[in-house]
């Protein structure tokens, strides 16, 4: 077993997902090495928010990506200057490669993305993948040779006091009481192939408000505005104006997830709201269209389902999501029926 690091520097410049699901590992990291020794964090400047507040890191590197290469030189001539014992590269990108060549630590340790597995499942339908992998387990993976271990305490994500209360006195306002449930729907994704069919979100949430007599809370980014709004005013009109409440590009990350932590069940598609919801410990369904579990991005360490369309022979076509179905039929979002992802709700809740 290999001595354990004083100084570790961890480089995971992005996404919501990928970031999240990094906190088990961090906080097993953590316990080995004790209070006294140093955990550093590179992070996007966007993203950077999921990880400032996280109590079992020292220092957060924010790189600015919109400032270019010179900044990216800038930040690698800081991390040089620390001296680190050991990297952790688990996002194993060419940025993070050279932030670890110029950061210099007398030890790296790498990622194991089955890059090989992902190639052959995507593009050759073969299925050489030993088991299903959570990413979270794939980043644990790189501290087994120090002795680290799952804790099996799941992801978590750290908010402040003025955000956690800022949230709660908000949704107080809503007088939640009045309604047996709180269910969240998420209907965004960055790429085409990840998102189930708005119309179908909107169904849902009208059956599952009459069902549970329950608030519908909406979850989204800026870019999911179009759709969210959508879902809301179809449930609204079915329902009155107090069933569903859109939140789409108002909250921050933090403010999501501390809203997110209200919910008794989530639906979401294959995006980083589905992370966020499972490090709040919610119960989960997950909609899965172009790609699959094997790729380690699934609701992990809380009660959750994936519904998907095993019929299909072109599942996977990305192991990121894609602008437009290759095959141009969508089926593996457009077979799905509302009735479907409700039993799966029903069971959770």
């Known amino acids: 077993m290999k ?10 410049l992005s996404s919501i997902g990928d970031i999240v ?52 030189q800038k930040l690698g001539r800081v991390l040089r200057t620390e001296e680190y014992d050991l990297a952790v590269d688990i996002h194993n990108n060419p940025r993070t490669k050279y932030l ?48 680290i271990e799952d804790d099996g305490k799941g992801l978590e994500i750290f908010l402040p006091d003025e955000i956690q209360f800022g949230i709660s006195s908000k949704l107080a306002a809503m007088r939640l009481n009045k309604f047996n449930k709180v269910i969240g729907i998420c209907p965004g994704a960055k790429h085409f192939t990840k998102r189930w069919q708005k119309e179908k979100f909107a169904q849902l949430g009208i059956q599952l408000a009459e069902k549970f007599r329950a608030k519908i809370f909406i979850f989204g980014g800026k870019g999911d505005k179009t759709d969210c709004a959508f879902v809301a005013a179809s449930i609204t009109s079915a329902y009155g104006d107090t069933t569903a409440s859109d939140f789409s590009g108002e909250f921050s990350l933090l403010e999501t997830a501390a809203a997110l932590e209200f919910c008794d069940v989530v639906v979401t598609n294959d995006t980083g709201l589905m992370h966020l919801a499972a490090a ?15 790729f380690g991005f699934f609701p992990y360490g809380t009660k959750s389902a994936v519904v998907e369309n095993h019929a299909l022979d072109c599942r996977p076509c990305s192991h990121i999501g894609r602008t437009s179905c290759p095959k141009k039929h969508f089926k593996c979002m457009t077979d ?10 029903e069971r959770l809740i």
């Open 21 to 72: 699901l990094a906190s088990p590992m961090v906080r097993a990291l953590r316990s080995a090495v004790g209070p006294k020794a140093r955990i550093d964090f590179v992070v996007k400047k966007e993203f950077a928010e999921l990880v400032r507040s996280n109590h079992h890191l020292s220092v957060v590197h924010e790189f600015d990506a919109s400032k270019g290469f010179a900044e990216l």
């Open 100 to 147: 670890r060549l110029l950061s210099a630590p007398k030890e790296t340790v790498i990622i194991n993305k089955r890059m090989w597995a992902r190639w052959q499942l995507v593009h050759r339908k073969r299925n050489v993948y030993h088991s299903v992998v959570s990413v979270a387990d794939r980043y644990l993976e790189t501290l087994k040779p120090f002795g």
């Open 280 to 294: 709040k410990q919610r119960p989960v369904v997950a909609i899965f269209g172009s790609t699959v579990r094997e």
């Open 3 to 12: 001595t354990l690091p004083t100084k570790t520097v961890v480089f995971r």
């Open 336 to 345: 799905i029926q509302v009735k479907e992802v409700r039993e799966a709700v």
